[in-house]
């Protein structure tokens, strides 16, 4: 008999803890709860939820499809369909694989009655619109925005929110730009109300500056980015937080703080893979164009090849990688791939079948193939470049087809007209604010300007575009915000001082006090020793009651195999979802369709054999390491965050400076006053 009280108890332990945010002890309480008598159909749903906000991705989609089942068993069917569409949504934003959000939205359709409208007809409508966005189906997705807008409007707010997210951008897509970035305002302002649940409210904040991002309105997106981390330092959940920083490290680059920029994207990276799979290829690109602008060649190709491996598009970063490596005639042959047949990738910012998703490659185009000579190459891709800014309306777009025509004319001899471009291209990628492709232009404007036997300005353009990459290849990992100069001598000094139960904390002259916890023992190591990396092993060994058994033990024996039983098992029903999408796919002729879901069939078979040996045998790897990854990167961002709460300069400074994954560090800017008093 099952033991009602004990589930009744760890039930509304779980609900209390999920109630405060603490989301791994509501995670453990629902699954004491599961333990004790189960969790019917309301109970289930919660747990989901919950699973997804620890950062248990497989079993919350375990857990709506568990839901699914049974409701469609019990007869439920709108119960049943709105269970399937949380799995749908969640493989949408979370894994990048299509053909499995095709098939359990085709399971949801096939229990909704169209005639009686419900949310769960809303958020049919709204994943099916993205779907059809990021498979390249503009006029099905159009259809489906207007119906997720129409239906959610009177059933289901969030599932609205979403769908005008989409509508703005396939207006954009259009090329109606003002008003595609009006109806993008409208949503972005309508979901700072605070109305929306915290996921729906992330996947609206985070698609808007995806779509901000890939039309290079750069300081819109930056405005964006901004409003979505203030509200993610103490709302987001599930992969949110790791997508907040993917964006702002794109800011960071863009604005020529490379080495900060590096930092937050490999803590994105950190963050990001307990959920995403395929789609950490997207922070791993960003990692790589990074590098590429560091002067650290080897590191953007290993980054772009890893993003590559998870079969995300690493192009044009791995052309230009090539171009700066000297083998300018790989790197002319694959980007002439990339245009020719582009991996269909639903990337988030740059939708397949778009001007915007073509731009990138053309710029990339018309460097390489001038470095080789090929101008009649060069002219097109510039020609349709140029085209694309037009049609889009963006200053960088537009800075970028000046470079172009700049980098052809000079090419073709044309000194007088290529000053002028480089000089345009110059004045536009300062007035984005983007100093790495402004010191670009100046190097070339610098070259335009030999040319014409100008060596006084060549020689300041050149001199003042070398001082800025190199301040972006070597700066210190800085927000670049200046101090007023150094703090009086009698400010009390930064303080990180454990006093029993409580932290001592000290910072610019503001004390407060912090509650002990492993994350603040973790930090009190960090600081003491700034520039140094801590293996996290270390870290947990250090924080035991007997640090040599705990680092012996850690180190020692089988430490488990790279995917548990329940990844594999996900996996597997996956690779089932996408056989049975190939094969509609060829019912309908879809070649494109097809094309996507082998794809991704050759991602899951790598996965999968990455980690099984031969004889079907588990390939064991690191497993403590990755807990004691996990563990300690929950514990400082913890702390960190309830030093925030009481001093938010302090937090803003630990969000630059502290890095975590296997390796955890501090890392200061040199230019501040250095040192903590431990």
Same mark, same amino acid.
């Given at each position: 008999?099952?033991?009602?009280?004990?589930?009744? *108890?760890?039930?509304?332990?779980?609900?209390?803890?999920?109630?405060?945010?603490?989301?791994?002890?509501?995670?453990?309480?629902?699954?004491?709860?599961?333990?004790?008598?189960?969790?019917?159909?309301?109970?289930?749903?919660?747990?989901?939820?919950?699973?997804?906000?620890?950062?248990?991705?497989?079993?919350? *989609?375990?857990?709506?499809?568990?839901?699914?089942?049974?409701?469609?068993?019990?007869?439920?069917?709108?119960?049943?369909?709105?269970?399937?569409?949380?799995?749908?949504?969640?493989?949408?934003?979370?894994?990048?694989?299509?053909?499995?959000?095709?098939?359990?939205?085709?399971?949801?359709?096939?229990?909704?009655?169209?005639?009686?409208?419900?949310?769960?007809?809303?958020?049919?409508?709204?994943?099916?619109?993205?779907?059809?966005?990021?498979?390249?189906?503009?006029?099905?997705?159009?259809?489906?925005?207007?119906?997720?807008?129409?239906?959610?409007?009177?059933?289901?707010?969030?599932?609205?929110? *979403?769908?005008?997210?989409?509508?703005?951008?396939?207006?954009?897509?259009?090329?109606?730009?003002?008003?595609?970035?009006?109806?993008?305002?409208?949503?972005?302002?309508?979901?700072?109300?605070?109305?929306?649940?915290?996921?729906?409210?992330?996947? =609206?904040?985070?698609?808007?500056?995806?779509?901000?991002?890939?039309?290079?309105?750069?300081?819109?997106?930056?405005?964006?980015?901004?409003?979505?981390?203030?509200?993610?330092?103490?709302?987001?959940?599930?992969?949110?937080?790791?997508?907040?920083?993917?964006?702002?490290?794109?800011?960071?680059?863009?604005?020529?703080?490379?080495?900060?920029?590096?930092?937050?994207?490999?803590?994105?990276?950190?963050?990001?893979?307990?959920?995403?799979?395929?789609?950490?290829?997207?922070?791993?690109?960003?990692?790589?164009?990074?590098?590429?602008?560091?002067?650290?060649?080897?590191?953007?190709?290993?980054?772009?090849?890893?993003?590559?491996?998870?079969?995300?598009?690493?192009?044009?970063?791995?052309?230009?990688?090539?171009?700066?490596?000297?083998?300018?005639?790989?790197?002319?042959?694959?980007?002439?791939?990339?245009?020719?047949?582009?991996?269909?990738?639903?990337?988030?910012?740059?939708?397949?079948?778009?001007?915007?998703?073509?731009?990138?490659?053309?710029?990339?185009?018309?460097?390489?193939?001038?470095?080789?000579?090929?101008?009649?190459?060069?002219?097109?891709?510039?020609?349709?470049?140029?085209?694309?800014?037009?049609?889009?309306?963006?200053?960088?777009?537009?800075?970028?087809?000046?470079?172009?025509?700049?980098?052809?004319?000079?090419?073709?001899?044309?000194?007088?007209?290529?000053?002028?471009?480089?000089?345009?291209?110059?004045?536009?990628?300062?007035?984005?604010?983007?100093?790495?492709?402004?010191?670009?232009?100046?190097?070339?404007?610098?070259?335009?300007?030999?040319?014409?036997?100008?060596?006084?300005?060549?020689?300041?353009?050149?001199?003042?575009?070398?001082?800025?990459?190199?301040?972006?290849?070597?700066?210190?990992?800085?927000?670049?915000?200046?101090?007023?100069?150094?703090?009086?001598?009698?400010?009390?000094?930064?303080?990180?001082?454990?006093?029993?139960?409580?932290?001592? =904390?000290?910072?610019?002259?503001?004390?407060?006090?912090?509650?002990?916890?492993?994350?603040?023992?973790?930090?009190?190591?960090?600081?003491?020793?700034?520039?140094?990396?801590?293996?996290?092993?270390?870290?947990?060994?250090?924080?035991?009651?007997?640090?040599?058994?705990?680092?012996?033990?850690?180190?020692?024996?089988?430490?488990?195999?790279?995917?548990?039983?329940?990844?594999?098992?996900?996996?597997?029903?996956?690779?089932?979802?996408?056989?049975?999408?190939?094969?509609?796919?060829?019912?309908?002729?879809?070649?494109?369709?097809?094309?996507?879901?082998?794809?991704?069939?050759?991602?899951?078979?790598?996965?999968?054999?990455?980690?099984?040996?031969?004889?079907?045998?588990?390939?064991?790897?690191?497993?403590?390491?990755?807990?004691?990854?996990?563990?300690?990167?929950?514990?400082?961002?913890?702390? *960190?965050?309830?030093?925030?709460?009481?001093?938010?300069?302090?937090?803003?400074?630990?969000?630059?400076?502290?890095?975590?994954?296997?390796?955890?560090?501090?890392?200061?800017?040199?230019?501040?006053?250095?040192?903590?008093?431990?």
């Amino acid at each position: 008999m099952a033991d009602t009280s004990g589930e009744e *108890i760890a039930l509304g332990r779980a609900r209390d803890a999920a109630a405060r945010g603490a989301w791994a002890d509501a995670y453990t309480g629902y699954l004491e709860a599961r333990g004790s008598g189960g969790l019917g159909p309301a109970e289930l749903a919660e747990f989901a939820s919950v699973a997804y906000a620890a950062g248990h991705l497989d079993v919350a *989609i375990e857990t709506w499809e568990r839901l699914h089942e049974e409701l469609s068993r019990l007869g439920e069917d709108i119960g049943a369909a709105g269970a399937a569409v949380r799995v749908a949504m969640h493989l949408l934003f979370d894994t990048a694989l299509m053909a499995p959000v095709r098939g359990w939205l085709h399971r949801a359709e096939r229990l909704l009655d169209p005639a009686t409208p419900t949310p769960v007809h809303a958020w049919f409508a709204a994943v099916r619109a993205f779907e059809r966005l990021l498979s390249g189906d503009l006029d099905a997705a159009r259809d489906w925005a207007d119906q997720a807008i129409e239906t959610g409007s009177h059933t289901d707010p969030a599932a609205a929110a *979403i769908g005008r997210v989409a509508r703005a951008r396939l207006v954009i897509l259009d090329g109606d730009v003002p008003r595609g970035l009006e109806l993008l305002d409208e949503a972005g302002t309508a979901v700072m109300t605070g109305d929306l649940d915290a996921l729906s409210t992330g996947v =609206v904040y985070c698609e808007l500056v995806c779509a901000l991002q890939g039309l290079a309105q750069y300081d819109l997106a930056e405005q964006w980015t901004e409003a979505m981390e203030r509200w993610a330092r103490t709302n987001a959940i599930g992969s949110l937080h790791g997508r907040c920083r993917v964006h702002r490290a794109e800011i960071l680059r863009l604005r020529g703080q490379c080495a900060h920029a590096e930092q937050q994207v490999l803590l994105a990276c950190d963050e990001l893979r307990p959920y995403v799979r395929r789609e950490l290829g997207w922070p791993l690109t960003e990692l790589g164009r990074i590098r590429l602008r560091r002067g650290d060649l080897p590191g953007a190709e290993e980054a772009l090849l890893a993003a590559h491996g998870l079969g995300w598009d690493p192009e044009p970063g791995l052309s230009l990688v090539r171009l700066a490596g000297g083998d300018a005639d790989t790197a002319a042959a694959a980007i002439r791939e990339a245009l020719a047949r582009p991996l269909p990738v639903p990337s988030k910012e740059l939708p397949p079948a778009s001007g915007l998703r073509r731009a990138p490659l053309l710029d990339a185009q018309v460097r390489i193939a001038v470095a080789r000579g090929d101008l009649e190459t060069a002219r097109a891709a510039a020609r349709e470049l140029d085209e694309v800014a037009v049609r889009f309306e963006s200053t960088a777009l537009a800075a970028s087809a000046l470079r172009a025509r700049g980098d052809l004319l000079l090419a073709e001899g044309d000194a007088v007209g290529a000053e002028a471009s480089f000089t345009g291209a110059v004045r536009a990628w300062s007035q984005v604010g983007a100093p790495y492709e402004t010191a670009e232009c100046r190097l070339r404007l610098a070259d335009a300007q030999g040319a014409l036997g100008n060596l006084r300005a060549e020689s300041l353009e050149r001199s003042a575009a070398r001082a800025e990459l190199d301040r972006i290849a070597h700066g210190p990992a800085t927000d670049g915000s200046a101090t007023d100069g150094p703090r009086a001598e009698t400010a009390e000094p930064d303080t990180f001082v454990r006093e029993g139960d409580h932290w001592r =904390v000290v910072f610019d002259g503001r004390r407060t006090t912090v509650r002990d916890s492993k994350g603040m023992h973790h930090l009190a190591r960090l600081f003491a020793a700034p520039g140094r990396e801590f293996h996290v092993l270390d870290l947990v060994a250090a924080d035991s009651d007997d640090p040599a058994a705990a680092g012996r033990l850690s180190r020692a024996g089988d430490l488990g195999p790279l995917l548990d039983d329940r990844a594999k098992q996900m996996y597997r029903r996956r690779l089932a979802d996408i056989e049975e999408d190939i094969e509609d796919a060829r019912a309908d002729n879809d070649a494109a369709r097809q094309e996507q879901a082998g794809l991704e069939r050759e991602f899951l078979i790598n996965e999968l054999a990455r980690a099984v040996g031969l004889g079907g045998r588990d390939r064991h790897a690191g497993l403590a390491s990755e807990r004691a990854r996990a563990a300690v990167t929950q514990a400082v961002r913890k702390a *960190i965050g309830r030093l925030r709460e009481a001093c938010p300069a302090l937090g803003d400074h630990l969000d630059r400076t502290v890095s975590t994954g296997t390796y955890c560090a501090y890392a200061p800017d040199p230019r501040l006053p250095s040192g903590w008093s431990t």
